[in-house]
């Protein structure tokens, strides 16, 4: 079946630092790809998503693009902030069915 | 903007008790869902419904069931609490529109089965 794999947490950096947060997909054909973000006591909201291969998605400074070649969505950012520290979630979605979530990422910024 | 609203933030409720959650959107939305999440699991999917009056089987439905009387409510239901169903649940909701569409969450509901 279709399953997401993203990388272990938790993660923790300095302000300013480089982010990647690397997710990996398995899948029969070509899912519309999703990083869903957590703040603290909150629900999940949609941070970027990207619908077909080498698509971009970008949003609040983090990018990723869909690697057919190498099924991977991997989130990065240039410079992380103290208010980027969450719970972040890769995820796929086929047609009108169901999104499948990886275990989500927490990452923690230290000023 | 979407709103999704859960009737509870935190709760806690005694093994055997039935336990009731519910959650409203007010975009009109088709589709809607109840999740629970634990930690190094992820979100698993528990029930969803395409519309009102319709539901299907998540990933791990045993235990649960849910009711879709209105389209804008979604309730899931714990007929017989246990210790083990002690979770974070969140409901979303989605209107569907061909496969890139997004779905909208609650801000959860901490539930624990003493």
């Known amino acids: 079946g279709d399953s997401v794999t993203q990388m272990e947490g938790p993660v923790t950096l300095s302000e300013e630092a480089f982010l990647t947060i690397n997710c990996t997909y398995t899948?029969?054909?070509?899912?519309?790809l999703f990083w869903y973000v957590q703040y603290p006591g909150e629900g999940l909201q949609l941070l970027l998503k990207a619908t077909k291969a080498d698509d971009k998605g970008s949003n609040k400074g983090f990018e990723a693009t869909y690697r057919k070649e190498t099924t991977s969505f991997h989130l990065e950012k240039g410079s992380v902030q103290v208010s980027d520290s969450a719970v972040y979630f890769c995820?796929?979605?086929?047609?009108?069915?169901?999104?499948?979530f990886g275990t989500g990422t927490r990452l923690t910024i230290i000023p | 903007d979407v709103k999704v609203t859960q009737s509870s933030r935190y709760l806690v409720k005694r093994t055997g008790e039935k336990v009731f959650l519910e959650c409203v959107q007010d975009m009109d939305h088709e589709n809607m869902f109840w999740y629970r999440q634990d930690p190094g699991l992820g979100l698993r999917l528990i029930y969803f419904s395409y519309d009102v009056k319709m539901k299907e089987k998540g990933d791990i439905p045993e235990g649960y069931s849910v009711s879709r009387e209105k389209k804008e409510r979604f309730s899931l239901i714990l007929e017989s609490a246990s210790t083990n169903q002690t979770s974070m649940y969140l409901c979303a909701s989605r209107q569907p529109t061909g496969g890139t569409d997004t779905q909208y969450f609650g801000p959860g509901t901490r539930l624990t089965v003493l």
């Open positions: 995820a796929l979605l086929f047609g009108n069915e169901k999104l499948t």
């Open positions: 899948a029969t054909g070509y899912p519309s």
